[in-house]
């Protein structure tokens, strides 16, 4: 069973890696950011204040996994409240297990976040850090926040998204940085086949020394 876990900025183009590996190996995928972003949902849904811990823990607790196919969650209100609700320690607690669970698949899994590698799956074979610079970020955002139909200009994007990096890198709980053996890749200009191919070439490295210990 191997696990390939990946970390990141957000929009850096983690989430389409993952897929793609997912695909590429027989893998099951877990975007984990949805979990954070389903609670967020139901906190403001229920009209609370994503900052208020208890609220926030109470909906992780009751967390519906059906909630995480409604496309709803990829919206920018949703995503902000998702980085406000992450930084309570009893809110990724009331997650961790779903995720340990998930990862245990005996196919293997690919999980993509922002504290896989460090502390959901510390001893997952492979980890990837994805990162790319703030305005591309930015500007692949804004066209894909667009195409859902939402009114929402690049500066404003640009702009929630150094508030939420500045959040999930300098919180406390399970802040984002690339674990001591991930292997770090800018995406900033690179395609998709590009950065599919380099994240496939660090696996089957790996993967094959691996076998090569195991033999
Ligand atoms: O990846 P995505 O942008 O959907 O994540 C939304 C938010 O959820 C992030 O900004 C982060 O605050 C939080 N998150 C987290 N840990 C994860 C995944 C997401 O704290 N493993």
Known sequence: MSVIAIDGTFASGKGTLGKALAKHYGFTYLDT??????????????GLDPADAGAAAQAAQDLDVEVLSNPILKSGDVAVAA??????SQVRAALLKFQRDFAHDDVGAVLDGRDIGTVICPHAQVKLYVDAEPKERARRRHTELTGYGEDIT????LAQLAERDHRDKTRKEAPLIPADDAHLIDTTHLGIEAVLSAAIKITDAILAMRQESIL
């Open 83 to 88: 980085s406000k609700v992450a930084v309570h």
């Open 33 to 46: 950011g949805k979990l954070y972003r389903a609670v967020g949902y139901a906190v403001l849904e229920a």
């Open 154 to 157: 690049y500066e404003t994007v």
